[in-house]
């Protein structure tokens, strides 16, 4: 079939144009910039350009079936400092974006949200795809309201959709020098022997997802025709950064200097993900451990600072 994959040059994106060549599909990607780790991808089309262009952005949907959107202008840390950006960027751009899938009859649209930013703090954990969704951040709630348009398009048009909420992935092509992604940014850092900086006492506890068993799930979430159209998907298992630190420890052997700084107030003290149901639906389920992974992870890091 013929992908197109909206922020495929990213960490997520660069995984998925691997998994989808590999299961013989046609790739383009759209992005507003090239691969960060990697030179252009033999067999992938690339339409370079921002998700605002529309004039781009609807050439780029000519003859595609299978659209996934993995584009986000915002992160969940800085997406309060300009909400009015992060609708206008996201929110906006994605209903025109619908609007073309539909008038280019795309068969099915793969929405990224996020496991992590559209609970807000749970009543109740494991976190399922039925709880409440009480965002706390600007980017949570963008998040959310393009899943409701996703389900309005499809009451209005019937056009088909899956939206997919990972917890946080981890894993090669990540980057360590960012903001986000604790696993890859400790790695980062213990490569290039700084200290890790930590917020609070390190008992705050997220789900970590390899990447690989992440884009396992996106896979299948386009391949498996499932009754439900929203998904978690997760290790479904918590891990506080004490523990994660632990697991580095062995895995790279090294000395870690760690620097507690203040708690922040805006840190959800404790989150992980149910994914009962992608399990008995899409009949997936993640399987590489926290170990394996941070080795595979280190690897990727340990070469980039060589
Ligand atoms: N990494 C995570 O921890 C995580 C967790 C949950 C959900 N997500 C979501 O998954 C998606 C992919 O995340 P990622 O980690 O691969 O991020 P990433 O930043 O590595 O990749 C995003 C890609 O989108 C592109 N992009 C951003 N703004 C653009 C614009 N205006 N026009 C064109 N391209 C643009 C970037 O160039 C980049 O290549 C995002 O929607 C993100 O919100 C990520």
């Not at 030179?39 to 949907?61: Q, T």
Request: net charge neutral; with cysteine.
């Amino acid at each position: 079939m013929n992908m197109l994959i909206l922020g495929g040059n990213g960490f997520i994106g660069s995984h998925l144009v691997d998994r989808l060549l590999a299961e013989d599909h046609r790739v383009r990607v759209f992005d507003k910039y090239e691969e960060h780790y990697r030179k252009p991808v033999a067999g992938v089309e690339y339409c370079v350009g921002d998700f605002g262009n529309r004039g781009m952005l609807s050439e780029a949907l000519t003859g595609i079936d299978i659209v996934f959107h993995l584009i986000s202008t915002t992160l969940p840390k800085t997406s309060n400092d300009d909400p009015v950006f992060d609708v206008q960027s996201n929110v906006i751009e994605t209903i025109f974006l619908l609007e073309q899938c539909v008038t280019n009859k795309i068969r099915k649209v793969v929405f990224i949200s996020s496991g992590g930013a559209i609970y807000g703090n749970p009543l109740s954990l494991p976190i399922s795809e039925n709880c409440p969704t009480e965002p706390e951040c600007s980017y949570g709630i963008t998040k959310l309201a393009v899943e409701k348009y996703m389900a309005l398009f499809n009451h209005l048009h019937g056009l088909d959709y899956v939206v997919l909420r990972p917890s946080n992935p981890y894993g090669g092509r990540q980057n360590p020098d960012g903001i986000q992604g604790a696993i890859s940014v400790f790695l980062g850092r213990i490569a290039q022997g700084k200290s890790l900086e930590i917020w609070g006492d390190g008992q705050v506890v997220r789900d970590y997802i390899f990447i690989d068993d992440l884009i396992d799930g996106m896979y299948k979430a386009v391949s498996v025709n499932a009754l439900s159209r929203v998904f978690n998907l997760g290790s479904g298992i918590g891990h506080s950064l004490n523990e994660i630190l632990d697991v580095i420890r062995r895995v790279t052997g090294k000395e870690i200097k760690v620097v507690h700084k203040a708690k922040r107030s805006f840190d959800i003290p404790s989150i992980y993900l149910d994914i009962c149901r992608a399990k008995q639906e899409l009949s997936w389920a993640p399987s590489v451990s926290l170990e394996t992974g941070i080795e595979k992870t280190w690897k990727f890091v340990k070469k980039l600072y060589r």
